[in-house]
């Protein structure tokens, strides 16, 4: 039977604690933090790296889907499965699709991998989820959600948990909406929303997946209960009768926050990350209706940095300003236009996408030199067309040279461009380091490799590698 | 490889007022260089047989000094090569007189950078969209003083102050250049408060964004003299092109550039000169940034690797100094509109060997070089020029 074999997840390295909204708004906030997706992320940038998280652990060999879930996919007419897939340097003969529109989508890509997988038509899918939702400045939204991705792989061998039982339930009802045209998350009056909505509905599938399994709360190890927020999330836990000090799933709202499409998966993937053979986990998620599955867990799943680790390495973001100009709700001092924007475009990135969109190197066959981007003769020997392709990202490097510079424009300023040493042979990558205190660069830092937004131009969203400090593994 | 050594002479240059040149166009500069290399010359337009002009992006095609300067039906050609433009521009001309198919060519160089609504050349390298693009000018020196500074030692401060000694010195240098960008005595102080551009270069290690051009007037050297009596004669012309990405060039050591070194060497050989600080008696070299400058003392031989430090304590490079470096103030002071960089700098060891140079006048000049570096580095020419007549 199919279940989950791997997990991985990413979550932006800024917070934002909550008293920033007080703090601006003179009402508001709540408790704890919030996750707020860098300058240079967006929804798909987190989607790659929670991808790649995953692969890291489960590997590339067998992968033949990637489902892809998100309310807030950055094109409206291209497909995003294909990007994630590229950038996550995965083999082309491989089924993509985008799930959409709604808060279930994450669920939704799930139950169609496993669907896939239990119909014989994959083997193994990989399930991304990635939302970066805003609410009205001023609006509890705004504080309420997070930022942030998730990764599974559904596979038929190696399962970890296995899905046994599920429900799913479909509820028309405009509790939160955006339309086509809506920039920001909108919604009706909460005591109906909840009643008519959230509470109601994953009540619902919640029982009836526990009465088809002919099982009661108390035979749950865990119950990994997609939430609003807190309020409602601990009055669904207490009304289905769970004790939310053993068996409820933290929902992360101190700390990440409301991930939207992303969250019921991020916090299963945090669930399975502490899961032991026998448990059995309870999952549901709520979005214009609500799915509910059974877990079986067999074995420990294989996992990359996953919710812990990235919920560990964190840094505060100095200020309320700085989180609306990070999502774009204000629009910043226009810089000169980057060069490359007057001639660069669609033929340029397609041609090139090896050693950008995978950051692919050469490697020569003959002696060994290993350059990005890719030379087509080696540096050093000479030889022609005589190379390999290695991806470059997976191996951590070290500032070779670095600068900070105030020229170079852009949202935050000074750019740290660099020169990278990796640990690929050797081989030097012209970078940006993100995520960094410019003050706190050397000569020899480590780094590590994450995919960013880079610019505009051409109309299209350009993305690439850039460097940030390395984290601690696992 | 051949020499070029005493096979074409200059018979007169030009050069415009350096600085922001919000009244005039590309056209205005090419007229104004021009005209006064006709002048200085004794010609007429018309005297040219053929032309180069270089420019990096301020026009296409050699129509632009046609259209200027309303000269037909000669061969006009336009060259770029990042910052080395003017210099390539200086070679052609060179080459196509000595080829013996002209007796007098024109090399005109100009860049009218101040059109663009901001300082600098820009941001972003190269086609690809997201390899490059926010590299800058500044950044890919500012790895050089990086490097620089950690690999022999340097803490920032001292780093810092050491490149402010440049920028002082060019500084005051450019004082006595009437036609330089800023007449303006600048203090270690004043260099070291200035707002950082790339860290650790600041506003007073990179040179401005300056429009200009400059023009040289090329003849074979054996009729020099009917034109004038102080012909300056080419004695060497190095140039070398090296990797566009010397970043990713496996292996690259931040500490100075190869092309510099090889164009040195090829000019060197050519003049047959042995001992460059002892036998040159100026040079001036591509400043863009103040660590540029101090590299470039040791690519081209002017002190050992890693011992420019202490040649710029003990003032080797000043205007009194063993061997002078940017006399007329360089690209820091009298500013680098691209495509004239490189006959600028021609044109003040012309006046200079001439013994024309006013107030920084470098006694009995009789051997000097000039050197730009394009770049991200590696595109570098070093020509010598000597007022020794032909033997």
């Not at chain 1, 990007?83 to 669920?107: C, E, K, Q, V």
């Not at chain 1, 020899?444 to 610019?455: D, L, N, S, Y």
């Amino acid at each position: 039977m199919a279940g989950i074999s791997s997990v991985g997840a990413y979550i932006p390295m800024y917070r934002l604690p909550r008293t920033a909204f007080s703090e601006a708004w003179g009402s508001g906030g709540g408790p704890g933090e919030r996750s707020v997706a860098s300058h240079d992320e967006d929804t798909m940038t987190m989607a790659v790296n929670a991808a790649v998280d995953v692969l890291k652990a489960h590997g590339r060999d067998g992968i033949d889907g990637l489902f892809f879930a998100s309310t807030t996919a950055t094109y409206r007419e291209k497909l995003s499965a294909t990007l994630i897939a590229a950038a996550a340097d995965l083999d082309p003969n491989i089924r993509t699709a985008d799930f959409a529109g709604s808060l279930r989508a994450g669920t939704s890509a799930l139950l169609a991998a496993l669907d896939a997988v239990n119909a014989g038509s994959a083997k193994n899918v990989l399930v991304v989820a990635s939302d970066d939702r805003q609410g009205y400045p001023r609006s509890d939204f705004e504080s309420i959600f997070g930022d942030g991705a998730a990764a599974v792989v559904v596979s038929r061998t190696n399962v970890a948990a296995e899905i046994t039982q599920r429900v799913s339930i479909a509820n028309e009802i405009a509790d939160v909406w955006r339309r086509d045209s809506d920039r920001f998350v909108r919604s009706w009056e909460d005591r109906f929303i909840i009643t008519h909505g959230y509470d109601g509905t994953t009540r619902q599938a919640v029982q009836e997946l526990l009465a088809g399994a002919k099982l009661t709360p108390a035979d749950i190890t865990r119950a990994v209960l997609y939430g609003p927020e807190t309020r409602s999330h601990t009055a669904l836990v207490r009304g289905l009768g769970f004790d939310p000090k053993t068996q409820v799933q933290d929902p992360l709202f101190t700390t990440v926050g409301n991930t939207g499409a992303a969250h019921a998966m991020i916090m299963l993937v945090a669930a399975l990350e502490q899961a032991k053979a026998g448990d059995r986990l309870l999952l549901a998620s709520y979005g214009d209706g609500a799915d509910a599955m059974l877990l079986e867990v067999k074995k420990r799943a294989k996992k990359g940095r996953a919710v812990s680790g990235h919920v560990a390495s964190r840094r505060v973001l100095p200020s309320y300003e700085r989180f609306v100009a990070y999502r774009g709700v204000v629009e910043t001092n226009p810089e000169p236009p980057l060069r490359v924007e007057a001639w660069s475009g669609s033929s340029i990135a397609w041609r090139d996408r090896a050693q950008t969109i995978r950051l692919h190197g050469s490697k020569c066959n003959r002696c060994g030199t290993v350059t990005h981007p890719i030379q087509r003769i080696c540096y050093q020997c000479r030889a022609k067309d005589d190379f390999t392709e290695i991806r470059l990202y997976d191996k951590p490097g070290a500032i070779y040279a670095f600068t900070r510079d105030n020229l170079a424009g852009g949202l935050e300023t000074p750019v740290i461009n660099c020169v990278v040493e990796s640990q690929e042979g050797q081989c030097r990558i012209f970078s940006i380091l993100t995520d960094a205190d410019p003050a706190q660069v050397e000569v020899g830092t480590p780094v590590e490799f994450t995919f960013r937004k880079m610019h505009e131009g051409a109309d299209q969203h350009n993305y690439y590698w850039k460097v940030r400090p390395a984290t601690d593994g696992r | 490889m051949g020499t070029i050594k005493d096979k074409v002479a200059i018979i007169g240059m030009g050069c415009t007022k350096f600085g922001e040149r919000w009244d005039s166009g590309p056209e205005d500069l090419i007229i104004e260089a021009a005209y006064e290399a006709f002048e200085d010359a004794g010609i007429a337009p018309d005297d040219i047989e053929a032309a180069w002009v270089g420019t990096l992006r301020s026009g296409e095609a050699g129509a632009i000094v046609a259209d200027a300067l309303k000269i037909k039906n000669i061969p006009i050609t336009r060259v770029e090569n990042w910052c080395a433009t003017g210099h390539e521009a200086l070679r052609n001309a060179v080459f196509g007189v000595a080829s013996g198919m002209y007796d007098i060519a024109m090399a005109i160089g100009y860049e009218k950078l101040k059109d663009t609504g901001f300082g600098g050349l820009g941001v972003g390298r190269g086609s690809n969209p997201v390899l490059q693009a926010r590299a800058t000018a500044p950044s890919y020196f500012s790895f050089i003083a990086n490097r620089y500074f950690h690999t022999y030692g340097i803490d920032d401060d001292e780093g810092k102050e050491l490149l402010a000694r440049i920028a002082v010195k060019n500084h005051h240098n450019g004082t006595m250049s009437p036609k330089a960008h800023f007449q303006k005595e600048i203090t270690v102080e004043q260099v070291l408060k200035a707002p950082i551009i790339a860290w650790p270069l600041g506003l007073f290690d990179c040179c401005p964004t300056t429009d200009g051009a400059a023009a040289a007037i090329i003849c074979r050297a054996d009729l020099a003299k009917n034109f004038r009596a102080d012909p300056v004669y080419i004695k060497g012309i190095g140039f070398s092109v090296d990797s566009m990405l010397p970043m990713t060039r496996p292996g690259f050591d931040y500490l100075g550039f190869e092309a510099n070194r090889e164009a040195a060497r090829q000019a060197y050989e050519q003049a047959g000169i042995r001992d460059p600080r002892k036998e040159l008696d100026l040079a001036v070299v591509h400043d863009c940034f103040t660590i540029t400058e101090l590299v470039i003392y040791e690519d081209l031989g002017f002190t050992e690797r890693g011992h420019a430090p202490e040649e710029i304590r003990a003032g080797t490079f000043t205007l009194e100094g063993e061997l002078p470096v940017n006399t007329d103030g360089g690209l820091k002071s009298f500013g680098h509109p691209v495509g004239a960089s490189g006959l600028r700098t021609t044109y003040e060891i012309y006046h200079q060997l001439q013994g024309r140079a006013g107030p920084r006048q470098v006694k009995d000049a009789k051997l000097g070089l000039c050197h730009t570096l394009g770049g991200p580095p590696q595109v570098a020419c070093v020509t010598v020029l000597g007022t020794d007549p032909p033997r």
